[in-house]
């Protein structure tokens, strides 16, 4: 459990702010920042946060390890690093997952481990692990200051649902950084840009998606289907960019700048583009660590087809512990493959492939969703031959209809992918040569007021303690 979400804005995010705004010292800030962020992981779950230190202590030392002689890296280091990495996420995340899917082959009874799942767990794990690696490939040199391997696993703002920063991209900026009004600006309004998809969207979206994941598909109807599958596409999307965009925003406060991990992927025009901008910190994470040391594209056809599908498999098989998000990974992996090797997929017009990518992933996320693989076949089949429309089910979707969700879906539809002539036309209109006009500068004023009204407007509906899940605090 981590600090509830007025309590953050309201108590810790202030008092760290301005904290860290009036100390003079990055050395002192930074260990300011450290005791923040392990106060926040361990609020409610105080045993975890030993996990989390038993992380950063191992991969410390690994990484020491393996640069003790230089001309030598010890590969001992690194299988050491992975294996206890890897080993703490599967007893942690996947133990019970394992020992279920036993009993189901072996009609056994074995007593099923109830393990409470170390929030963001999978996140510091591939963290920490590209630190070792990356140390062992020479990409980044090793880390003396333990405290700064510290701050690096534990900084609270994309510490439990990403995006995953590798150590190479933010090592200078531990030790070397600015806060400047021009990023505390920018990061108060990508915070509460995010916050609002958040808040506003997703969980609009949630709420519809819900209900209807809740009913027997063999009473499903076709419209309620689609609409519980368009609900939930929104929700997942808008749930995950908005808190990538409160911890980009949370860095900059800081001093710090992370990558983009979101690039409007609902305007891909194939899955192979999808995967470009969708949770881009993950797709590179396991092409940097997966993919290309199972030897990528370089091995010939067959081989490049059998890596696709094992780092789908466990791209899939990170999201959680059930066979549903195995399926969803080797899902959008099948279609990578349709595409690399039927001609003419690649030769498709372009809002043909748009059309066919969003049709792939919002089918591919229904299997997400669904808590079995049966009732993730069972909505699907809804989806395309639930024609019997009885009262109960048209009293459904018209309750799901509300003023609120209309309006909602509508700035989600809007908000998921860029309108590339309209947003040049603005920048012409607000820049210059490369400075603001003076229509720019009011319009940004008129910006932070609205981001402003959007921080109390969220605010309110939290404090109404109503619907609130994060979807990935438990990846």
């Known amino acids: ?108 009874s074995v007593p099923v481990p109830e393990i409470a799942l170390p929030i963001g767990i999978s996140f510091f794990t591939f963290q920490a692990l590209s630190y070792v690696i990356d140390v062992y490939r020479g990409a980044v040199e090793v880390q003396k200051n333990y405290f700064n391997i510290l701050l690096y696993i534990t900084f609270f703002p994309q510490l439990i649902a990403g995006p995953i920063v590798k150590y190479r991209d933010i090592n200078r900026q531990i030790t070397d950084r600015e806060q400047s009004t021009e990023k505390i600006a920018r990061g108060f309004r990508r915070f509460i840009g995010g916050l609002a998809k958040k808040v506003l969207i997703a969980n609009a979206m949630g709420q519809a998606a819900d209900v209807i994941f809740a009913q027997d598909t063999a009473a499903m109807a076709l419209p309620t289907a689609w609409l519980g599958a368009v609900a939930y ?170 003023p609120w969700f209309i309006v909602m879906l509508i700035a989600a539809i809007v908000g998921c992918a860029p309108i590339r002539p309209l947003s040049d036309r603005l920048r012409s209109v607000l820049y210059g040569e490369a400075e603001l006009t003076a229509v720019g500068k009011l319009a940004e004023a008129a910006l932070y007021l609205f981001a402003a009204a959007g921080l109390v407007w969220c605010m309110l509906r939290l404090s109404t303690g109503a619907y609130n899940p994060f979807i990935y605090f438990r990846f």
């Open 1 to 108: 459990m981590v600090f509830s979400s007025i309590v953050f804005l309201s108590v810790f995010l202030p008092a760290v702010f301005l904290l860290y705004t009036v100390i003079p010292s990055l050395k002192v800030r930074n260990g300011l920042l450290i005791a923040a962020s392990l106060a926040f992981y361990a609020y409610g779950e105080p045993v975890y946060v030993l996990l989390m230190l038993f992380s950063s202590v191992l991969n410390y030392l690994c990484a020491l390890w393996v640069d003790r002689d230089p001309r030598q890296k010890s590969k001992a280091a690194l299988v050491t690093a992975v294996a206890v990495n890897l080993g703490i996420l599967a007893v942690f995340k996947y133990t019970g997952m394992f020992v279920s899917t036993f009993n189901t082959l072996t009609g056994l």
């Open 233 to 402: 596409l929104f929700q997942i999307y808008y749930d995950f960019s908005g808190y990538s965009d409160m911890a980009i925003g949370l860095g900059l406060l800081f001093g710090f700048e992370f990558k983009e991990n979101f690039l409007y992927p609902y305007g891909a025009v194939s899955v192979q583009d999808f995967w470009r901008r969708w949770h881009i910190s993950l797709s590179t994470w396991f092409k940097e660590y997966l993919y290309f040391p199972l030897g990528g594209n370089r091995k010939g056809k067959a081989r490049t087809a059998l890596n696709r599908v094992i780092v789908f498999f466990f791209t899939g098989l990170w999201h959680g512990a059930n066979w549903t998000f195995v399926l969803w990974g080797l899902w959008h992996g099948l279609f990578l493959l349709i595409e690399e090797y039927v001609p003419f997929m690649r030769k498709l017009p372009r809002a043909v492939g748009h059309l066919y990518t969003l049709l792939v992933v919002t089918l591919g996320f229904v299997l997400f969703r669904a808590d079995t693989i049966a009732y993730g076949f069972g909505y699907l089949g809804r989806m395309f031959a639930g024609f019997e429309m009885t009262d109960a089910s048209l009293s459904l979707v018209l309750s799901q209809l509300t």
